[in-house]
């Protein structure tokens, strides 16, 4: 078994920045890909950005250009650096780790963004 840790979320104002982090408990061995998905108030989960072990990054249409993703694997640890933030970007950001066998998700980060 596998735990996430997330940890980086928060209120902030519009404009502002946060920098999520997810801790993986234990090295896995294979192919692990990490990621970030979020789910806002009244919608479904959904794809915000991964990144496999070699660095390679997939992103939703809606986040390219904007939020970047980072690992750090002798950390076990993935990043979301999120800057110029706004209000559509409130919501429960979540970790998740898929190796060739399993998924496992982290318990998830708010993210409020308010004046």
């Known amino acids: 078994q596998v735990q996430l840790v997330e940890s980086g979320g928060g209120v902030v104002q519009p404009g502002g920045s946060l920098r999520l982090s997810c801790a993986a408990s234990r090295r896995l061995s294979g192919t692990v890909i990490m990621g970030w998905y979020r789910q806002a108030p009244g919608k479904q989960r959904e794809l915000v950005a991964v990144?496999?072990?070699?660095?390679?990054?997939t992103y939703a249409d809606s986040e390219k250009g904007r939020f970047a993703i980072s690992r750090d694997n002798a950390k076990l640890t993935v990043y979301r650096q999120m800057n110029s933030l706004k209000p559509k970007n409130t919501a429960v950001y979540y970790c998740k780790l898929t190796t060739a066998v399993n998924n496992y998700w982290g318990q998830g980060t708010q993210v409020t963004v308010s004046s």
């Open positions: 990144i496999g072990s070699g660095g390679a990054t």
